[in-house]
């Protein structure tokens, strides 16, 4: 792979991470750590919220891909 083609998919990557799904699973991620830092949650509480945010994105990204991969 040359040089150019590599930065071309680091750069597609970087992209597709922007996006408004991901802004939003990131702060709600750093809210909750500041939160249970701070002793404002329970960890039993943070690990159900942080789990489901975590399983919904990476479920709906795998979901996403699978439907790409098939239409090519």
Not at 1 to 27: G, H, R, T, W
Not at 31 to 58: D, H, K, N, Q, R
Not at 60 to 68: F, G, P, R, V
């Amino acid at each position: 792979m040359e040089v150019k083609e590599y930065m071309n998919e680091i750069c597609s990557k970087l992209a597709k991470l922007i996006n408004i799904k991901s802004i939003i699973s990131l702060m709600l991620t750093f809210v909750f750590c500041w939160m249970a830092l701070s002793g404002l949650v329970t960890s039993e509480l943070f690990i159900t919220i942080f789990a489901t945010v975590i399983a919904f994105y990476f479920g709906t990204q795998t979901t996403k891909e699978n439907l790409t991969n098939k239409e090519k």
